[in-house]
């Protein structure tokens, strides 16, 4: 039995100096809570620090040796720079949904218009799209460029805040619904927001109300099929030190380190106030209003703060890439980051992180190698590549079928998902209880009505175990009616 | 205002065709509250079936006299609603009914996973592009015996008439009237009461997805011959416009699902015709999330337990 | 199922400031519930003294937990009016009833457990019990992602005095358990603790003592004895085990057929040949 021994001083400090040593604190005691974490979950930790290591130290090695070896010696599987960049989009992605479906139970289809709205956002913001204007602040870029040119590092604040409010406009008229219709108005949404993208490349309208008019002709708002190019990539100046396509390695350690901040954010949400009613909503919404939790406001935060995630990667993907388009944001997208939130775990931020890992790795490198191996030895087999949904479909019917929590299941939820089948057979096997008792406890009242009134002593037939069991005044009762 | 009266025809070729594919939408969520994801893909595997059929098997053309067509069309449409039905079925089989007793969304997520497997398969079949056959109808404006000419009613869209309302008028015959239809509506009701009246509950619903499947299969062959052309990513647009139907006429209802598909149909028509094909899907969904939003019950709003 | 040691003084932190409502807590006045045809509750008349323990009691189908629902804002009354401490619960506008959320009602200081148990059972008991304080914590979201001091500093006081509330029901050593873990006595202990980190001033409990045995019964008589004194709670009962209603209650309320038949002290509503009949048939009030 601990208990927590409060000190006369308070260990928590005030404001930003408070806020600062206890980062400080967290970060001096991380060889101590690395240790601890070894010693209580031994497989889990040594497993996540091995695909830590792979992961922080294979971009340097593929290219210092590992791609060489594989263009020369023997072909190998191995992922290329882009892709493991887009592991790291997509994990921050899987973790933004990770917190809408697998924390509060929410699912949604249409995760993938956020990811354009963020992608967009950079686009607007960092691009020469906006021709006839040129603001440039602290951009790479020089003065007087046509278009709007704002850094990296203020455009990804913008696009979280951009997304995440597109989350809560969505969130708010139908987080009412139950979960299959509000599955189908996120679908919506993901649908809709691309098309507008699309097609808002020639705008024309006229407006005028008194004395305001508003008129333009033949606007390009959003590029149209084409898409907004080129997008300013991310900078850092200190190093001049480009995080392009074509950077190499270094646009995935920009991509590690924001997956890094969304991992903490996501951890630190868990474990809160808001993570344990999330929880609490999952489990038994009415329960959970019914103790306080404004479970339409919790629902709509876990809705935002996920599609701020989202923005988060579209943002990085738009700078990455230098170009966005609606092509790039389909609803087979939404699908993907589902199968690896499902596949990884639901409700566990590592197994999300595993399953994008996984996903991207198969999708951009696994079945395109395998397509290309198939090609030498049989030409006209069909390339895997462009099948990878057959695959992934197959793998989503299987997973809810055989492993619907995951492959490394948050315990809740691999509870819950139990729990129905057993919850159906406990019932009925309470009703056949409650019968029993009650044809025993009815003859005892039959013989002398006053111990409904006056009881002295216990009852004959009384079952006191089962949650469902009742005193014979119930039971007389019910037969009442 | 000739144009007007057009584009309402055709749009009501299109709302038949979708009514087809939209009872199957209702009855399964009637029976199962499932949203049948992959039944849109079933329906364009049954005009990939049925182009098979016409194209490589009995090879029908422009050509063929008049009452063969006839003759070989009933057989298309009976092997191919045949087909469907069991493909229906086996998904039933084995991915939904496993999932009977799991959390609500598990179908649900099934049943996406088995719409990408269906898409997948026929585009590894038929391959992206999209396959078309010859007319095999005569051109003629049926509207020209009365001597109207500005306004035409092709063979084709009287093919869609024929071939849909009577299968509409089966099957409301069939759930008012018959042993299963009534197992069918009782199961709709409560599942636990109806299997303790007797009622098998695995092979209602099996019934259902069978029904379902059948008239998908019929939709898909009335659409190859209608459209003359088919494509792996069909049942996306005819299975949003679909469950937007069943939705807006009220989920569970069997009527509601026949008269939104009407309404849809000209809604894509009128879309189509007016503003730009471009936005349609677009403006589908904005109706779909209005429905859902503001008056989830439907406008006919009843369950497919109320309909007598 | 032995409780932990009376303190004899209210515990910190969990006793609610005092409303506006004077004397009486609740105050409801021809309060009405129809579902379509049927009418659950027919203009009943009911008001908590505060600082009291009263039950609720009937034949099953009477109406009660409907009402309980009413209070709690879960169900709107068809008409009628619902006060709670000066605070009105159901109000009517435009011409249609409304009533608060049940969030708000929890707000108000209206905690409640439930007939047939509902924990988060995935959760354990230490955590059923923070997330019932949820509803006065002050950090917002990004207080939680950033884990700022006065977060670190809220989440520890809650978690100190949610021991205390399980240390209060006697379930201290078994707060990382699951609760579905536990076994039935100590579910319907926790839910109670998990009502209470609400910082009720008016506790509704549905049947508490139903599943237990004699012994049972007894502590948790006493034991919400023991609430209402230590907490200074007012506590609303629905109960069907006569012992325990006729040994705490200050007054007793019976409905049958969701009217109000019979209300006073307990030996008076046990003597009244209307509430006799009503739980036996009308043969039983002659004998």
Not at chain 1, 277 to 299: F, P
Not at chain 1, 354 to 367: E, M, N, S
Not at chain 2, 196 to 208: C, F, P, Q
């Amino acid at each position: 039995m601990t208990t927590l021994v409060v000190k006369d001083e308070d260990p928590y400090g005030h404001g930003i100096g408070g806020w600062l040593s206890h980062v400080g604190a967290v970060l001096f005691g991380i060889p101590d809570t690395y240790r601890r974490e070894l010693r209580l979950h031994r497989r889990r930790t040594i497993a996540l620090t091995i695909m830590t290591v792979i992961l922080v130290t294979y971009p340097i090695l593929n290219s210092m040796f590992l791609a060489s070896f594989s263009r020369t010696v023997f072909p190998l599987p191995l992922p290329d720079d882009t892709t493991v960049t887009f592991m790291m989009i997509f994990g921050i992605m899987a973790i933004g949904l990770n917190i809408v479906a697998g924390f509060a139970g929410l699912l949604d289809l249409g995760y993938v218009a956020f990811y354009a709205i963020g992608a967009y956002t950079a686009a607007f913001l960092a691009s020469p799209h906006w021709g006839s204007i040129s603001i440039v602040f602290l951009a790479n870029v020089p003065q007087g460029f046509p278009g709007i040119h704002l850094p990296f590092w203020i455009i990804v604040p913008i696009a979280i805040i951009i997304a995440g409010t597109f989350g809560a406009l969505l969130g708010a008229p139908t987080l009412r619904l139950r979960g299959d219709y509000l599955a189908i108005v996120t679908l919506g949404f993901g649908e809709i927001v691309p098309v507008v993208f699309r097609n808002l490349a020639d705008v024309t309208f006229n407006f005028s109300l008194g004395p305001l008019t508003i008129a333009v002709e033949h606007v390009n708002l959003t590029g149209g099929p084409l898409g907004i190019n080129p997008i300013d990539a991310p900078y850092l100046p200190f190093a001049n030190v480009i995080f392009n396509a074509s950077a190499g390695y270094a646009p995935v350690y920009l991509g590690m380190f924001l997956l890094v901040i969304a991992i903490l954010f996501a951890r630190n949400l868990e474990r809160s106030r808001i993570g344990r009613a999330w929880m609490a909503i999952r489990e038994d919404e009415l329960a959970a209003e019914m103790m306080g939790v404004n479970t339409l406001r919790t629902k709509l935060l876990a809705f935002a703060l996920g599609a701020s995630f989202a923005g988060i990667a579209g943002s990085l993907q738009a700078s990455y890439l230098g170009a966005t388009t609606s092509d790039f944001f389909q609803f087979s997208t939404s699908i993907l980051v589902l199968i690896m939130v499902i596949l990884g775990g639901i409700g566990n931020i590592w197994g999300v992180l595993l399953g994008a890992v996984a996903l991207t790795y198969v999708d951009k490198t696994f079945l395109p190698y395998v397509g290309q191996q198939l090609q030498q030895i049989a030409p006209s087999f069909p390339n895997p590549a462009q099948f990878n949904f057959l695959f992934f479909g197959l793998i989503l019917v299987a997973m809810m079928r055989f492993r619907p929590e995951g492959f490394l299941p948050n315990r809740q939820r691999a509870a819950e998902l139990a729990a129905h089948t057993q919850a159906d057979v406990e019932a009925k096997v309470d009703e056949i209880v409650a019968v029993d008792t009650q044809a025993e406890t009815e003859a005892a009242i039959e013989a002398d009505p006053s111990i409904i009134l006056d009881n002295t002593g216990p009852p004959p037939g009384q079952d006191e175990t089962g949650p469902d069991a009742r005193s014979p005044e119930t039971i007389d009762e019910e037969r009442k009616l | 205002m000739d144009q007007v009266i057009q584009t309402f025809i055709i749009g009501l070729s299109n709302g038949l065709i979708f009514a087809l594919v939209a009872l199957g939408y209702t009855l399964v969520y009637g029976i199962i509250e499932l949203i049948n994801f992959a039944h849109g893909d079933l329906f364009m595997l049954g005009s990939m079936i049925a182009l098979f059929l016409i194209a490589s098997v009995f090879g029908l053309s422009a050509s063929t006299p008049a009452l063969e067509l006839v003759g070989v069309i009933l057989l298309v449409i009976a092997i191919t609603m045949i087909a469907t039905a069991a493909i229906n079925v086996t998904i039933e089989r084995i991915a939904y009914r496993p999932l009977r007793h799991a959390p609500k969304l598990a179908p649900l997520i099934s049943a996406i996973g088995m719409s990408f497997v269906l898409q997948n398969i026929a585009n590894l079949i038929a391959g992206p592009a999209n396959k078309s056959i010859d007319n095999l109808f005569p051109t003629t404006n049926l509207l020209s015996v009365f001597g109207i000419e500005t306004i035409a009613v092709t063979f084709q869209q009287a093919f869609v008439a024929v071939v849909t309302i009577p299968l509409l008028i089966a099957l409301t015959w069939f759930v008012d009237k018959t042993k299963q239809g009534r197992a069918m509506r009782a199961t709709a009701q409560d599942p636990d009461t109806a299997g303790l009246m007797g009622v098998d509950v695995n092979r209602t619903i099996a019934l259902t997805f069978l029904i379902g499947g059948a008239l998908a299969g019929a939709a898909g062959v009335v659409q190859i011959l209608y459209n003359n052309v088919t494509v792996w990513n069909l049942g996306f647009r005819f299975g949003l416009n679909a469950f937007t139907s069943a939705v807006l006429g009220g989920i569970g209802n069997l009527s509601g699902a026949v008269v939104g598909a009407l309404v849809l149909g000209q809604i894509n028509a009128f879309s189509d015709r007016y503003l730009s094909a471009n936005w349609t899907n677009a403006i589908v969904f904005a109706v779909l999330i209005a429905v859902l939003v503001f008056k989830p019950t439907g406008l006919l709003g009843q369950q497919l337990a109320d309909r007598a | 199922m032995s409780l932990g040691e009376p303190t004899g003084q209210p515990a910190a932190n969990t006793v609610a400031p005092r409303g506006s409502g004077g004397d009486t807590l609740v105050h409801s006045r021809g309060v009405t519930k129809r579902f379509g045809g049927l009418v659950a509750v027919n203009n009943v008349d009911f008001d908590i003294p505060r600082g009291s323990i009263v039950s609720l009691i009937g034949p099953n189908g009477a109406g009660k937990t409907t009402f309980f629902n009413m209070i709690t804002g879960f169900y709107t009354p068809t008409s009628g009016e619902i006060e709670f401490d000066g605070h009105p619960i159901v109000m009517k506008r435009r011409n249609k009833m409304r009533s608060l959320r049940p969030h708000e009602v929890a707000g108000l200081g209206i905690g409640r457990t439930f007939q047939n148990i509902r924990l988060f059972g995935t959760m354990t008991a230490l955590d059923n019990v923070r997330l019932g304080a949820n509803v006065h914590l002050k950090s917002r979201w990004w207080d939680a992602a950033l884990r700022t001091p006065g977060m670190l500093r809220e989440e520890a006081e809650n978690r100190e005095s949610s021991m205390e509330l399980l240390r209060l029901v006697n379930l201290e050593d078994r707060a990382h358990a699951w609760a579905r873990s536990l076994p039935y006595g100590d579910q319907r202990r926790l839910e109670i603790a998990r009502a209470l980190a609400t910082r009720p001033k008016l506790l509704l409990l549905d049947e508490p003592t139903a599943g237990m045995n004699a012994s049972e019964t007894r502590d948790m008589t006493n034991f919400i004895r023991r609430l209402r004194a230590e907490l200074d709670l007012t506590v609303l009962l629905i109960e069907h085990d006569m012992r325990v209603v006729m040994g705490i209650s200050d007054r007793v309320t019976v409905l049958d057929y969701g009217t109000v038949i019979a209300e006073g002290t307990p030996t008076e509503v046990r003597r009244n040949p209307k509430v006799i009949e009503a739980y036996l048939g009308r043969g039983a009030a002659d004998t």
